[in-house]
């Protein structure tokens, strides 16, 4: 039952991480061929960087990233706050709205939000699509992740700290952000990691609500619809890497503050 079980998870990572071995290795292949090696080279990364559409899309990509998570981060621990204090059944209510994001198809949720977007901009004349659409999209759909992360921490927090604290002389700003920050500091960094990492790789949402603004996943998709490059290889590799460092920083992060605790 053992060697059944070793093998069934071997192959498990097999299928899971064989495919991005083999993107990472031929993102470092001197030929166009996706069948050959012809050695070793760098020839895709800089051809990657001299590119300026890609470089564009790569800074739009970004600067949607943040500008979302920094939102989602703030109005996620706000809503924390909120939700600590209500009673049972409005917080269950509460948190089955903000889990429904996560749960709903992500092209019902790029659909939605786009009719919105073109019912706003033809009645109203505002939200065009563009920059400003795609991080209220980002934003929308990172929330129920900040909101995961900070409310763990509130809730392992000693509530009468706050209390103390005004009781000691501090103004309810000044204790917030001398007692509370501090205490949930870790699932807020946690979630606006979360919320960055999913915001750089979304692709569904981002392509019904961009309008003619391009992310970098949008431009893959347009690269991938004529002649395959080498250039994608490296373009996702990076992609990868990035992604994989700040999951890595998050369990670690995890780690030890579980050695902390205990």
Same mark, same amino acid.
């Given at each position: ?22 993107? #990472? ?11 050959? +090696?012809? @050695?070793?080279?760098?020839? +895709? ?43 049972? +059944?409005?917080?269950?209510? $509460? ?14 949720? @790029? ?18 699509? @563009? ?39 501090? !103004? ?6 001398? #007692? ?8 807020? $960094?946690?979630?606006? #990691? ?17 309008? !003619? ?6 431009? $893959?998709?347009?690269? !991938? ?11 996702? !590799? ?16 995890? $780690? ?7």
């Amino acid at each position: 039952m053992k060697l059944f079980s070793k093998i069934y998870m071997g192959l498990i990572f097999f299928f899971l991480y064989a495919p991005l071995v083999v993107l #990472v290795a031929f993102s470092f292949n001197d030929s166009k061929s996706r069948n050959t +090696w012809t @050695g070793f080279s760098f020839r +895709w990364y800089v051809k990657l960087f001299k590119d300026s559409e890609i470089l564009h899309s790569l800074l739009n990509t970004i600067i949607v990233a943040l500008v979302a998570a920094i939102l989602a981060t703030i109005i996620g621990t706000i809503a924390c706050l909120g939700i600590l204090k209500m009673k049972k +059944w409005p917080k269950r209510f $509460i948190m089955n709205l903000n889990n429904l994001p996560i749960v709903n198809p992500e092209i019902v949720t @790029g659909v939605s939000l786009m009719l919105l977007f073109v019912f706003t901009y033809n009645n109203f004349n505002i939200l065009c699509p @563009g920059m400003t659409t795609l991080i209220l999209s980002h934003t929308t759909f990172c929330l129920p992740y900040v909101v995961l992360s900070v409310l763990p921490k509130l809730r392992q927090m000693n509530p009468y700290l706050y209390e103390a604290a005004q009781d000691l002389g501090c !103004t309810p700003f000044y204790a917030f952000f001398k #007692v509370i920050l501090p205490e949930i500091m870790p699932g807020i $960094i946690t979630g606006m #990691v979360m919320a960055f990492t999913l915001s750089l790789d979304d692709f569904v949402i981002s392509y019904f609500t961009s309008g !003619t603004t391009q992310t970098l996943p949008i431009a $893959i998709y347009s690269m !991938t619809r004529k002649i395959v490059s080498p250039e994608i290889n490296a373009l996702s !590799t990076m992609l990868f890497v990035v992604v994989l460092t700040l999951l890595l920083a998050i369990n670690i992060r995890q $780690i030890k503050e579980m050695k902390k605790n205990n």
